[in-house]
């Protein structure tokens, strides 16, 4: 199904400039409907379509980004062969002909769109806004200059784009999803059953029968690949970062003592004041109120009503000190004793009296319960350099041949080493090998690798960089039966014990088929029947596996039926009690989103026909001998 093209359309500058990488998803098409022409056409044309022409230096710009975008998410460089078995060439011929048919048919009929329109296109794409929210000319060259763009292109471009998306949204805009086909969705998605059920386990399966040598060959034979080893890699793993690096760089007490002083506020909270501010027009109004109180002729609170005051209006609530505007009043208020109304305050907008009803006292950890912590930040911060003057030297190197063992040995780095790891990060045993710095990103790269050759460095941000090296391969090998025996025989007993448990769990579900209640089948195997909690399809359950809910959802109401538990051995027999569908209730967002989703399908069902449709109309031909030389085929 072709991925919206009418959102792609939307997508603006991140999307002309990152356009290979949007041609991944979009489906290939299962007809084309274009002809190869090897004849008629420009040097510099790759393919034609009506009066539009695809250029080679169009289609050699998108078809090279996409090769780089494969080479760094790989690890290693695509060549021309990988490149065609991956389908990019034909990924990028397939979008550029998409579009390139919808531009022509465009011309044909004469669509277009305004300049002032193209403008207040532009000047309100969110792509296309400063930092602060506000489009910005200057801002929007920066970007331009980024990408390697002119205006006069990024006119042009938006042009096409919201010309396609006119013609698109005449032929597929407006789509509506029939009623049936919500009714039919609604009941999948609504529906909720109920089961009766009982669990069969390995009690039930009676005493399992001693396998015989017999037995155990001709399982293991029909499982080798079961019991092969995994393929095992010894690597070589030179951290350069400040952690490995930590003996190298000296940090005294006294240095950190002078951060932990510079930094105080940051390890503590600082003091926090609650307090009343009422404000009056001169500092005569003020010291009388502040009097009327002290004497005890009123309150605080009844100054402020006989003001029209709301306590809410004079309320600051948890405030430090930094977070008062006015510097005057906030060295009174974190002056003032709790409970205590101050003498007037003659501030930068008024003169006010001032209330604190609650102290909050700064709290600060004490120096030796972040040494640890400042000392590893000041550790950091002097590694940079050092950093960076070993990586500079590890490169050179590298560069001359050296191996990652003499590297580390020569500029005193610790080497890390892994001496066997399997993909999943077991060791010969099967155990797991423990954590190590970049072990997720490692162990992919490691195993991609090439013994004795030099990789990229996996990088860990701002931490630093991992180098690596695979210093020796163990391949994967067929053991004997002799080396598994055991675990043979364990798989063996496992898959009869299976076996058993199927066919006595088929032969319950007959009896209740037949017509036996089945609270009688499960007494009679000394079991109790339990009802489950109402469920949909889409259930996660600690008692039904997913494969389980759906076997539950084909048995038809009062049927019974059978399925693995969810430890894959026992057994869980099983009766359908209730089938209900809840009433289809139009403002539910849930459907409104899948009615929206199948929309979208729609919609691009349409588009899809209709730019088959159009290429055979209209006529594409491609110039086979300009794509060869692209893409290196010659």
């Known amino acids: 199904m072709l991925t919206s093209m009418r959102t792609a359309f939307e997508k603006g500058i991140l999307r002309i400039v990152l356009f290979a990488l949007m041609a991944l998803l979009i489906a290939s098409f299962a007809v084309w409907g274009i002809a190869d022409v090897f004849r008629g056409f420009g040097a510099q044309t790759v393919a034609t379509i009506g009066k539009t022409e695809i250029s080679v230096e169009q ?94 292109m990024l006119v042009v471009s938006e042009r096409r784009i919201a010309t396609r998306a006119q013609l698109i949204d005449a032929v597929s805009g407006g789509i509506a999803v029939p009623q049936t086909f919500v009714e039919l969705v609604h009941r999948f998605v609504g529906e909720k ?90 500092l005569d109004e003020a010291q009388a109120a502040r009097q009327r109180i002290t004497s005890g002729q009123a309150t605080f609170q009844q100054i402020a009503e006989e003001r029209k005051v709301t306590e809410r209006d004079m309320l600051f609530a948890q405030a430090t000190k930094a977070s008062l505007l006015d510097k005057t009043i906030a060295e009174a208020v974190f002056a003032a004793t709790e409970n205590a109304v101050t003498e007037p305050v003659k501030g930068a907008l008024s003169t006010a009296l001032v209330l604190v009803t609650k102290i909050e006292p700064a709290t600060v950890k004490p120096l030796a319960e972040v040494s640890a912590d400042i000392r590893k930040e000041l550790t950091a911060e002097k590694s940079r350099p050092v950093l960076t003057d070993l990586n500079v030297k590890i490169e050179d190197e590298r560069a001359g041949g050296t191996r990652l063992a003499e590297i580390a040995k020569k500029l005193d780095i610790p080497l890390v080493t892994i001496e066997a790891v399997d993909r999943e990060g077991r060791d010969a045993g099967g155990l797991p090998v423990g954590e190590f710095a970049g072990k997720g990103e490692i162990l992919p790269a490691a195993f991609r690798a090439s013994e004795g050759t030099d990789n990229p460095p996996v990088t860990l941000g701002a931490e630093g960089l991992l180098f690596y090296e695979v210093a020796g391969i163990t391949p994967s090998r067929e053991r004997t039966l002799d080396e598994v025996k055991a675990d043979v025989e364990t798989k063996w007993r496992e898959a009869k014990l299976k076996e058993l448990l199927s066919a006595k769990a088929e032969a319950l579900v007959a009896k209740i088929k037949a017509g036996t209640a089945i609270g009688t089948v499960a007494s009679e195997e000394g079991l109790v029947v339990q009802v ?89 031909t491609l110039n086979r001998e300009a794509i060869r030389q692209v893409t290196g085929a010659n």
Do not use: H
Request: aromatic share 8%; proline share 7%.
């Open 193 to 282: 059953r109920v089961v009766e059920y009982f669990t069969l386990g390995a009690p039930s399966a009676g005493e399992l029968p001693d396998p015989t040598p017999e037995d155990l060959a001709k399982f293991f034979e029909a499982r080798k690949a079961e019991f092969k080893t995994q393929e095992l890699r010894k690597i070589l793993i030179m951290p350069l970062t400040a952690e490995a690096l930590a003996g190298k760089i000296q940090v005294s007490d006294d240095e950190i003592k002078t951060r932990y002083e510079r930094d105080l506020a940051k390890y503590g909270t600082p003091e926090r004041r609650t307090f009343l501010q009422l404000s009056f027009p001169t």
């Open 532 to 620: 489950s909690d109402p469920f949909s399809r889409d259930v996660t359950s600690p008692t039904f596996s997913a494969d389980a809910v759906t076997q539950m959802f084909r048995t038809p109401k009062d049927g019974a039926g059978q399925v693995a538990a969810t430890d894959g051995i026992d057994r869980i027999v099983y009766r359908v009690t209730t089938s209900e569908v809840p009433p289809i209730n139009p403002a539910d967002p849930g459907l409104k989103t899948l009615i929206d989703r199948f929309k979208t399908d729609f919609s691009n069902d349409i588009t899809t026909t209709y730019v088959r449709q159009l290429e055979q109309e209209i006529g594409v």
């Open 59 to 152: 289609f050699r710009e998108i078809y090279n980004r996409q090769i780089q975008a494969y080479s760094r998410q790989l690890n290693q460089p695509v060549t021309p062969d990988l490149a065609r078995v991956l389908g990019i060439e034909q990924r990028i011929l397939q979008n550029l002909v998409q579009e390139s048919t919808l531009d022509e048919r465009a011309r044909q009929m004469d669509l277009g769109i305004s300049d002032p329109a193209i403008a207040r296109r532009i000047s309100e794409n969110p792509q296309f806004r400063a930092p602060n929210g506000q489009f910005d000319q200057q801002y929007l060259q920066l970007l331009l200059r980024q990408f390697g763009m002119t205006e006069q």
